[in-house]
């Protein structure tokens, strides 16, 4: 047997990214010790406001060299807008990291967990589980369009949505395999085509197109105005949801919100062919509010570990993390301050270590 060998390179980035990022990779040299892979994480400490004020950029010229050969990138989060603005440190480092490597997915789970206060009434851990897949690359982020006449009467601002067949089709069949790949088999496309007549028809028509491909997954549509609402009101009826990428992020916000404390919730930005490595991070930022005082909720970080090894094939630890994850948050003495409880970051990173060990 071929050994299981990933390289993986760590950067934690600012805030509590530097309380989280250890504990997530504490879980992944416990899942390598238990399942027998190797792991070699080559940890930087660019990608962080901390290396711009040494260096003033946000990464060393050689970054693409150092980065591109490793299977997979471990990220915790950037910015401290105390010293460096937004724009600089995102720009200057996550949007890099998803542009040049081609990151056109994004994904998150919406689940809901044991002991996180659901914001929607009356669901309990199991009703709530789906994906949000994002498209991450063209759309209605695009960058053709243009202003005339600024400051007049006669001003006109135009922004173009952009979808080619290219980046449509890799978003779809992306959605459409992990939909295949779960047992409730269905997909869920966000459109508008009632109102956006001609990017989101195109949209509806190359659904379609790529549902025929995959006779055994059942494909519906919502326009996005009413999903949002079926987001809150009828969660269980998802499973794998596709959008574009204004839809998609908008969702991929809401998702998560709709199971309760951003402290948990991971995300991922992948390159499906592999082409690139992909980045896994949680979804909240470096939270300078609550920066170096150790009550940050790791579980975000270690939920982000476990997608990571699902993505790199290690899909029975990634399962392992997850149910830990859900052992430990049954447990109120486990839980962060964001939760109610009184844990500290690391020993609610403990308890998921040693339900991790236990299971
Ligand atoms: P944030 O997610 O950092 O914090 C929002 C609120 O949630 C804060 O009150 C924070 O204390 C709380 N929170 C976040 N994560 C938590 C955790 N693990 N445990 C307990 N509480 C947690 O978002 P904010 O404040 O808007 O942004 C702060 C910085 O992070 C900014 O520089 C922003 O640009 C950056 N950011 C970076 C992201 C990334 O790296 N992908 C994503 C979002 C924000
Ligand atoms: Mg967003």
């Excluded at 050994?3 to 997530?24: F, L, Q, S």
Aim: hydrophobic share 40%; net charge negative.
């Amino acid at each position: 047997e071929k050994t299981r060998h990933y390289r993986i390179a760590v950067i934690p980035g600012d805030g509590i990214g530097k309380e989280v990022v250890p504990e997530g990779v504490r879980i992944l040299e416990a899942a390598a010790e238990t399942f027998g892979f190797r792991l070699d994480l080559q940890h930087h400490a660019f990608g962080s406001c901390d290396y711009y004020a040494e260096h003033g950029t946000m990464l060393p010229a050689n970054w693409k060299e150092l980065l591109t050969p490793t299977d997979a990138i471990f990220f915790g989060a950037v910015g401290w807008p105390a010293t460096v603005p937004d724009h600089v440190s995102l720009w200057g480092s996550l949007l890099q990291f998803r542009r040049e490597f081609d990151q056109y997915v994004n994904l998150r789970p919406v689940r809901l967990m044991p002991g996180v206060p659901c914001p929607l009434a009356g669901r309990e851990p199991g009703d709530i589980d789906f994906y949000v897949v994002r498209e991450n690359t063209e759309g209605e982020y695009s960058s053709v369009g243009g202003t005339m006449y600024p400051g007049t009467e006669r001003e006109i601002v135009i922004q173009e949505t952009v979808m080619s067949r290219h980046g449509v089709d890799r978003i779809l069949k992306f959605a459409f395999d992990l939909a295949q790949s779960r047992p409730k088999k269905h997909l869920t496309s966000a459109t508008k085509s009632n109102g956006i007549a001609i990017t989101m028809p195109y949209w509806d028509q190359r659904v379609e197109a790529m549902g025929e491909r995959y006779p055994e997954v059942r494909r519906d549509k919502y326009h996005i105005d009413i999903l949002t609402a079926h987001f809150v009101l009828n969660p269980d009826r998802f499973d794998v949801v596709v959008g574009s990428n204004l839809f998609g992020d908008i969702l991929s916000d809401l998702g998560p919100a709709c199971t309760g404390t951003i402290g948990i919730a991971p995300s991922a930005n992948i390159n499906p062919e592999g082409r690139f490595p992909s980045l896994f991070e949680p979804v909240h930022g470096s939270a300078p509010d609550i920066a170096g005082q150790g009550i940050a909720n790791p579980v975000g970080q270690i939920w982000t570990a476990a997608m990571m090894l699902e993505h790199l094939g290690e899909v029975e630890a990634a399962h392992a993390i997850v149910a830990a994850i859900e052992t430990a948050l049954r447990d109120p003495a486990s839980r962060t301050r964001d939760l109610k409880g009184t844990a500290t970051t690391r020993e609610a990173a403990e308890a998921v270590l040693r339900a991790f060990a236990a299971g």
